[in-house]
């Protein structure tokens, strides 16, 4: 398996602009997360999904921020409009908790409003 | 609710030095627990786990022990390498808990010199 692919590597993009961070899990994993990393708050888990279904959206910062899962292999985080505060490093990441196994993450995308 | 909580850094070392990590959680029944890694400009991966009380996880020369009584999970290594200057996450997971997600520590970040 290719691990989680995350798209695109890098986004630079002017503030009051729609962006849109694309994750493709590890096939067969039933949980995805997404993340975001910057160097004020460290990592911070920002919803996660379930067989597709969002389960905890409580670290999503505000209504600017949406995520979708439409099916298994695919998921989005877009943000609407942007603010140069949404800079920074998205990770997404698949696992199975349920058999106590760790999540694993994609290399990110990294993000800057300008 | 469940938490980790690891040393601050950043921690300096010779190469060859001996390295601790500290880690200590809190949680409601009996989680796994994670040690991960992060190079400059990659996503997290695993370094090593530990899914049971007295559980040793190790990998790469890295070592770290799943210890009840104190709920502790220090990460060690007898020698570092430069090549170890990365930036450590300590995480657990209460699969069945309030929520079945990956709490991470804040990560320490660990510069071995020449």
């Known amino acids: 398996d290719a691990g989680v692919i995350q798209s695109p590597r890098h986004e630079v993009t002017e503030m009051g602009q729609e962006v849109t961070l694309r994750c493709k899990p590890i096939?067969?994993?039933?949980?995805l997360f997404w993340y975001r990393q910057t160097m004020m708050r460290g990592l911070e888990l920002l919803i996660y999904f379930n067989n597709n279904v969002p389960i905890d959206d409580s670290g999503m910062p505000e209504d600017r921020f949406s995520a979708k899962m439409p099916n298994a292999s695919f998921s989005t985080l877009k943000i609407q409009p942007s603010e140069p505060r949404d800079s920074a490093v998205y990770f997404c990441a698949s696992g199975r908790p349920e058999v106590g196994t760790e999540a694993f993450f994609g290399q990110g995308t990294r993000l800057t409003v300008v | 609710g469940d938490s980790v909580t690891q040393m601050e850094g950043p921690v300096t070392l010779s190469e060859e030095a001996f390295l601790t990590i500290n880690c200590t959680y809190t949680?409601?029944?009996?989680?796994?627990l994670f040690w991960y890694v992060q190079y400059p400009g990659e996503g997290l991966q695993l370094l090593l786990k530990a899914t049971k009380a007295d559980d040793k996880g190790s990998n790469k020369g890295f070592e770290a022990t799943y210890r009840k009584e104190t709920t502790s999970f220090h990460l060690e290594k007898g020698s570092v390498q430069v090549s170890d200057s990365a930036v450590y996450f300590c995480?657990?997971?209460?699969?069945?808990?309030?929520?079945?997600?990956?709490?991470f520590g804040t990560g320490t970040l660990l510069a071995v010199q020449p």
């Open positions: 995480a657990l997971l209460n699969y069945g808990g309030a929520t079945n997600k990956l709490i």
């Open positions: 949680a409601t029944g009996y989680p796994s």
């Open positions: 096939s067969g994993h039933d949980y």
